[in-house]
């Protein structure tokens, strides 16, 4: 049970709308899950924890609309790979990975974005190998204290990887639709942090059974479901949405390269969002970041994608599509009137929204997230503005001090849900849960659960020892 904690003499990042506000030497009193106050001069009215913001900044926890949790023990592979080699050395990995090291990777994914200021997560958990793959991951996650929505995968399987590559030809088994059904009726998950959504992205599959499963998925009540689109790398997923009439506000777009003018209406006509994950999209994907894009930008959030690839910091994926995208806007500018351009149309507030309530916009949970607000969940982060990176920045304007000077070293507290989970910039233990709505079984250290990824890491290495990679990759794309 979450205590009562006040915050105090703090600057506060409060909306008003889109627009982000200081409220200096402000106080935030939470209560439970909530936030009850904002205000000046206020009291703890129960037993509970104070603490001293002053110099601080308070800003709302971040939200990313798309990540691959489970993928841990992959990191360091993908440096100079291009999608065609992460495909197979990353995603096509989960073949290599037990249900125990599903639980390992996913807890460690939660906790690094739990490290780095994230208190929200779109899952696209495609790891579902078994039924215990997808449950010890969704244990891991509702364990780990992360806000998530878990994105319960349709996705290729592999049969047989060794010098011989067999693809799983049965999609549907008739446990996925069990597990699926399940947990729909369990959810949610981690007292009311975890719910069930959809991730899906095989729309080679005949319309009637892609039509049928997303029908089914609404019907059971999950309330996300995503999709990657990132042209011409994949099938049009936005077309054929609104092709089969499925095309809804539940949905996520992850990526959206290039996309077109008419799919950029097409979007906004159904107020779907996308997720722009800049970090894995210059390096996989043909560029092309658009979230400030003028067609897309009413209807974009932000995403991690990979932390196999790069680190959970969703500070730094809002800073590179900030700076990409100005980027961008100024080779156009030169491109067409051969001058420097006069003023920055892409402002820090419009990034920081990114990742707060735009996000919050994209899960549908304005109401609830993306914004410190009294009655909105307590999803918050506490910057130290004394660091040699903040100092001086945060006195100036906090939004340039939060986006352009700070990073995972200086968010000193994490509270998700009203419970601290970060304090003092360390990691607070995990409670361990005996299943993903289960009673706590143990509390682990952040030093423990590494021990167990490197483990863990080892087995999967072993695992994969005489998989052959050209034939997989000949298979798959017709390329080695
Ligand atoms: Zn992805």
């Known amino acids: 049970m979450a205590d009562s904690i006040l915050l105090y003499n703090g600057t506060v990042l409060f909306h008003e709308g889109n627009k982000v506000k200081f409220l200096h030497n402000y106080d935030v009193l939470i209560q439970g899950s909530k936030i009850s106050k904002i205000g000046q001069g206020l009291q703890l009215e129960f037993n509970g924890r104070m603490l001293d913001c002053s110099g601080k900044i308070i800003s709302p926890g971040f939200i990313d609309t ?19 080699d992460y495909m197979v050395s990353g995603m096509l990995q989960s073949f290599n990975y ?8 996913q807890l460690a994914g939660c906790i690094e974005s739990i490290d780095s200021g994230v208190t929200t997560v779109v899952d696209h958990a495609n790891l ?6 997808a449950t010890e991951a969704l244990r891991a996650t509702a364990s780990s204290g992360l806000r998530t929505i878990f994105c319960y995968g349709v996705m290729p399987r592999l049969k047989k990887w060794t010098s011989e590559f067999e693809m799983d030809t049965e999609i549907f088994p008739e446990w996925w639709h069990s597990t699926l059904e399940t947990l729909a009726k369990s959810q949610p998950f981690g007292n009311g942090r975890v719910t069930l959504g959809f991730s899906f992205d095989m729309f080679k599959l005949p319309r009637d059974i892609i039509t049928d499963i997303w029908t089914k998925c609404r019907n059971l009540g999950l309330k996300i479901l995503t999709t990657h689109y990132s042209s011409p790398a994949m099938p049009n997923s936005i077309k054929m949405l609104s092709d089969y009439g499925l095309l809804d506000k539940d949905i996520i777009v992850s990526h959206a390269n290039n996309i077109s003018e008419e799919d950029a209406r097409t979007l ?7 997720s722009s994950t800049p970090e894995t999209e210059l390096q996989f994907g043909p560029g092309d970041v658009v979230a400030f894009r003028d067609d897309i930008r009413s209807h974009a959030s932000v995403g991690l994608d990979c932390h196999s690839t790069n680190s959970s910091d969703l500070l730094t994926q809002i800073r590179i599509c900030l700076q ?21 149309t892409i402002k820090l507030e419009e990034a920081f929204n990114l990742g707060t309530i735009q996000g919050a916009r994209a899960v549908n949970m304005e109401n609830q997230i993306g914004s410190i ?16 990176a903040m100092v001086c920045a945060a006195e100036e304007n906090p939004l340039a001090a939060v986006l352009l000077h700070s990073s995972v070293r200086d968010i000193e507290t994490v509270i998700i849900d009203g419970i601290i989970r970060k304090e003092n910039k360390q990691l607070c233990h995990v409670e361990i849960l005996t299943e993903p709505n289960g009673n706590e079984k143990e509390k682990w250290s952040w030093s423990e659960v590494s021990r167990n990824l490197l483990d863990s890491r080892l087995r999967i290495k072993k695992r994969g020892e005489g998989q052959d990679y ?9 390329t080695s």
């Not at 906004?268 to 996308?274: G, M, R, W």
Request: hydrophobic share 35%.
């Open 324 to 344: 990409h995208s100005r980027a961008t806007v100024a080779g156009k500018v030169f491109q067409q009137e051969g001058k420097q351009p006069r003023e920055l």
């Open 66 to 84: 798309h990540h691959h949790l489970w993928q841990t023990q992959l990191k360091g592979r993908h440096g100079d790979e291009v999608l065609v």
């Open 373 to 388: 607000a009294e009655g909105k969940l307590a999803d918050i982060i506490v910057f130290d503005t004394q660091s040699p």
């Open 128 to 133: 579902t190998y078994s039924p215990a793959h």
């Open 268 to 274: 906004a006509k159904n107020d779907v969002y996308i």
């Open 98 to 105: 037990e249900p125990e090291d599903m639980f390992w990777g």
């Open 470 to 478: 050209a034939v997989a990759k000949k298979t798959l794309f017709g």
